[in-house]
T-cell receptor
Framework: DAKTTQPTSMDCAEGRAANLPCNHSTISGNEYVYWYRQIHSQGPQYIIHGLKNNETNEMASLIITEDRKSSTLILPHATLRDTAVYYC???????????FGGGTRVLVKP | DVKVTQSSRYLVKRTGEKVFLECVQDMDHENMFWYRQDPGLGLRLIYFSYDVKMKEKGDIPEGYSVSREKKERFSLILESASTNQTSMYLCASLEEGPGYEQYFGPGTRLTVT
């Protein structure tokens, strides 16, 4: 399984963009990059995923480098409610075990 | 909306008891997963299932077993609960498609005394 590495924690000012990096240098061609977040005492929540192209939805944007060895999750205007642990995961076909890394603990400050 | 439900939010059991954690999903997903989450260790995969009666070990299967008799239900079993199995247990199911979205239940906080 491809492994991911993320910074342990980061702070972000409310209203500013939060850029969360993730390295996945061993990703294989059929594996997607996924981002989830977990707010205290709740189950993880899906944010966004991508394969090669950059993706955007109502929650965030995902920028994947051309070599696919790293990606960045962008929260365009962080709010206090975005304070959470953010997990970057890579996996491919159904049936593969889905493993989570340690995640990045993001604290949005007023 | 996809719903993944877990039988209990909080559970307290005694050492040596047999414990059943139930997970039900209502979206006809093939794949279901059980994780445990502990402070400093993140989410760790215990078992997963990609079809009825099929199961695969995850990273930490010791002390656990699972049952998938129906597609919508995936049960995690602690045959003889121990204090080191005190944890938050999260169930998830996976939608198949061009990209796969995994949906999580709310979690069960199990305390073994």
């Amino acid at each position: 399984d491809a492994k991911t590495t993320q910074p342990t924690s980061m702070d972000c000012a409310e209203g500013r963009a939060a850029n969360l990096p993730c390295n996945h240098s061993t990703i294989s061609g059929n594996e997607y990059v996924y981002w989830y977040r977990q707010i205290h005492s709740q189950g993880p929540q899906y944010i966004i995923h991508g394969l090669k192209n950059n993706e955007t939805n109502e929650m965030a944007s995902l920028i994947i480098t051309e070599d696919r060895k790293s990606s960045t999750l962008i929260l365009p205007h962080a709010t206090l409610r975005d304070t959470a642990v953010y997990y970057c995961i890579v996996f491919g076909a159904a049936g593969n075990k889905l493993t989570f890394g340690g995640g990045t603990r993001v604290l949005v400050k007023p | 909306d996809v719903k993944v439900t877990q039988s209990s939010r909080y559970l307290v059991k005694r050492t040596g008891e047999k414990v059943f954690l139930e997970c039900v999903q209502d979206m006809d997903h093939e794949n279901m997963f059980w994780y445990r989450q502990d402070p400093g260790l993140g989410l760790r995969l215990i078992y997963f299932s990609y079809d009825v009666k099929m199961k695969e070990k995850g990273d930490i299967p010791e002390g656990y077993s699972v049952s998938r008799e129906k597609k919508e239900r995936f049960s995690l079993i602690l045959e003889s609960a121990s204090t080191n199995q005190t944890s938050m247990y999260l169930c998830a199911s996976l939608e198949e498609g061009p990209g796969y979205e995994q949906y999580f239940g709310p979690g069960t906080r199990l305390t073994v005394t």
